[in-house]
T-cell receptor
């Protein structure tokens, strides 16, 4: 158990819908990363927040957005869902030490029908 | 743009044999990470390699880093079935930076 929690574990929805994925980092970690894992694209970085501020953006679609709240939990919002958005979505957190070791949550499996 | 290449992508090994997974990356980096992922599960951190020549070992797995060659290896000694999983290398830099992952090596250890 990494100490990072994600809800829900599974999500099944229809095209065109909007969903919210939630992540709570390890106690004391200020940085949260979101990654998408799909069969064709592999593990891709989406977006990073540090202590409530957006720090870096990766291959995140305009239909996707995220935020980090004062209690440091983060939410990833996916809208106008398409079949191709079906994937495993992971969040990871790090303490920001020089190791920058990222600890991954259990993931949310999103299925878009 | 930083690119990370792993090979092989698929590896079927007999129990008791040794093998090496290779991870090459395209630009200078000072952090190399190895993760393990079981099917449908999360990523488990195995090793963090921070400097040229770094070597770390845990059980039957040993990881090394050559920053000049931009190469890391994950060596498996006397494989056992429990090592069957997908292994990812990832490259990053110091501070709070995102990781760039290789495509992963799916390892299957057979009797």
């Amino acid at each position: 158990d990494s100490g990072v929690t994600q809800t829900p574990k599974h999500l099944i929805t229809a095209t065109g819908q909007r969903v919210t994925l939630r992540c709570s980092p390890r106690s004391g970690d200020l940085s949260v990363y979101w990654y998408q894992q799909s069969l064709d694209q592999g593990l891709q970085f989406l977006i990073q927040y540090y202590n409530g501020e957006e720090r870096a953006k990766g291959n995140i679609l305009e239909r996707f957005s995220a935020q980090q709240f004062p209690d440091l939990h983060s939410e990833l919002n996916l809208s106008s869902l398409e079949l191709g958005d079906s994937a495993l979505y992971f969040c990871a957190s790090t303490s920001g030490s020089s190791y920058n070791e990222q600890f991954f949550g259990p993931g949310t499996r999103l299925t878009v029908l | 743009e930083l690119k990370v290449e792993q090979n092989p992508l698929f590896l079927s090994m007999q129990e008791g044999k040794n093998y090496t997974i290779y991870c090459n990356y395209s630009t200078t980096s000072d952090r190399l990470y190895w993760y393990r992922q079981d099917p449908g599960k999360s990523l488990e951190s195995l090793f963090v390699l921070l400097s040229n020549g770094a070597v770390k070992q845990e059980g039957r797995l040993m990881a090394s880093l050559d920053t000049k060659a931009r190469l890391s290896t994950l060596h498996i000694t006397a494989a056992v079935h429990d090592l069957s999983a997908t292994y990812f290398c990832a490259v990053g830099n110091s501070g709070n930076t995102p990781l760039v992952f290789g495509k992963g090596t799916r390892l299957s250890v057979i009797a």
